[in-house]
């Protein structure tokens, strides 16, 4: 089975772009995370769904963040307008259920805002 | 919300054995462990389930103690490959939040 597959893998963008960050999880993955990785705050959560619906964005910093899962194969994570201070690298993950099984990792995308 | 981890860093030569604790504020009712390598992503480890339960997994195991909301990770007569961050995660009783811990920097050097 493929693993979680995020894209792009690195982007470089200017302040007030959209970033816009995409995720398909493991087939029969009832879970999606989004994290945010920096050295200040290590990896934090941002938001969950569970079948396809968000339980808890109480982690997405600001209104400037937004993330979606229209169906059990797709979530985006969007940024409008992106700062500077929202460089950082961004991991999905999925699980059938934390509280038993393992996470697993997209690769992450490396997002820089210049 | 987020796991205490200690020491937040430490150097071991090869052969030395390093112990990294995990605390919660929260009611926990799993603790995973994961190591991430610099540039990639976190790899999971081990999952415990039960209060008090232990686990290994090679020269690396660790505890869960329930009642004190708190996990330890060891690791014994340690290898160059044990370098990495190395990262507590834990799943309360209420929802499937999952919060990682603030990290423990690892580095083996010969």
């Known amino acids: 089975d493929a693993g979680v597959i995020q894209s792009p893998r690195h982007e470089v963008t200017e302040m007030g772009q959209e970033v816009t960050l995409r995720c398909k999880p493991i087939?029969?993955?009832?879970?999606l995370f989004w994290y945010r990785q920096t050295m200040m705050r290590g990896l934090e959560l941002l938001i969950y769904?569970?079948?396809?619906?968000?339980?808890?964005d109480s982690g997405m910093p600001e209104d400037r963040f937004s993330a979606k899962m229209p169906n059990a194969s797709f979530s985006t994570l969007k940024i409008q307008p992106s700062e500077p201070r929202d460089s950082a690298v961004y991991f999905c993950a999925s699980s059938r259920d934390t509280n038993t099984g393992e996470l697993f990792f997209g690769e992450g995308s490396r997002l820089t805002v210049l | 919300q987020q796991p205490v981890q200690s020491p937040q860093a430490v150097i071991l030569r090869e052969g030395e054995d390093a112990v990294i604790n995990c605390s919660s504020s929260k009611a926990l009712y799993s603790v995973h462990w994961y190591r991430q390598k610099h540039g990639e992503a976190p790899v999971f480890l081990m999952i415990?389930?039960?209060?008090?339960e232990q686990k290994g997994h090679d020269k690396i195991s660790a505890s869960f103690n329930e009642k004190k909301q708190q996990s330890s990770l060891y690791l014994t007569a340690s290898q160059l490959s044990y370098s990495g961050t190395y990262f507590c995660g834990t799943a309360g009783y209420t929802g499937n939040q999952f919060y990682f811990g603030t990290g423990t920097s690892l580095t083996v050097i010969p």
């Open positions: 769904f569970n079948n396809n619906v968000p339980i808890d």
């Open positions: 415990l389930l039960k209060g008090g």
């Open positions: 087939s029969g993955h009832d879970y």
